[in-house]
């Protein structure tokens, strides 16, 4: 399988800290992109990082991306409750996308 | 617009019965179209890509089957549903290959076989 791998599988943080979620993927990419999922809704796109970029930011949202251990993190900074929502990571090969299994955030207000 | 319109928004079915779900989409035209199936609980699992009119490519083995009549319809269906056929659906579209190919999704379709 082509899938990406996301742990921790399940984070709860206390609303204001960090949170802190990888992915691990398997094959070469062209880019790797995060997306977040409503509980029962579908997937918005957060970012996307090329695979000759090795960090991006978007507001509260940081992502790291290592080629060379095919892994890729995003961070994000001084939670809110808001923040509550499962996120993906994802890799694009030829026309198909492959995600990862997920990592589900709880923040706590 | 990147709207995507999925229908029905949830779905109950027997065992060995048939399934059509529709998606439609708003927009640039000649779009990739893909079909996902999420478990409860779980990651998605690609089903289904289309890159143009009656271009269907399947990732997995299974009693689903996909067309694309139209430019901007994606059809999912199964001549006889199965108990693991249950799941979240999710259609979605890209603007093609490069750098900033992202995916727009559906608002999904929740299936479950009884």
């Known amino acids: 399988s082509q899938q990406g791998e996301e742990d921790p599988q399940a984070l709860s943080i206390q609303e204001g800290e960090n949170a802190t979620m990888n992915c691990s993927y398997k094959?070469?990419?062209?880019?790797l992109q995060w997306y977040r999922q409503n509980s029962g809704r579908g997937l918005v796109h957060l970012i996307l990082?090329?695979?000759?970029?090795r960090e991006k930011h978007s507001g509260r949202l940081r992502v790291t991306l290592d080629t060379s251990k095919k892994s890729s993190s995003l961070l994000i900074t001084a939670s809110r409750a808001a923040d509550t929502a499962s996120y993906f990571c994802?890799?694009?090969?030829?026309?198909?996308?492959?995600f990862g299994t997920g990592t589900s955030l709880t923040v706590i207000p | 617009s990147q709207t995507i319109h999925q229908w029905p928004a949830t779905l109950v079915q027997p065992v060995g019965s048939p399934l059509s779900l529709e998606c439609t989409v708003e927009?640039?035209?000649?779009?990739?179209l893909y079909w996902y199936r999420q478990a409860a609980g779980r990651g998605l699992q690609l089903l289904f890509y289309?890159?143009?009119?009656?271009?269907i490519s399947s990732e997995v083995p299974q009693n689903l089957s996909a067309s694309r009549p139209q430019d901007r319809q994606f059809i999912l269906s199964s001549k006889k549903l199965l108990l693991s056929d249950s799941g979240f659906y999710l259609c979605?579209?890209?603007?093609?290959?490069?750098?900033?190919?992202?995916?727009?999704f559906g608002p999904g379709t929740r299936l479950t076989v009884l």
């Open positions: 994802a890799t694009d090969f030829g026309n198909q996308f492959y």
């Open positions: 094959t070469s990419i062209n880019n």
């Open positions: 990082i090329r695979s000759n970029e």
């Open positions: 927009g640039t035209s000649n779009p990739n």
């Open positions: 289309s890159v143009g009119i009656g271009q």
């Open positions: 979605a579209r890209s603007l093609g290959g490069g750098s900033y190919n992202e995916q727009f």
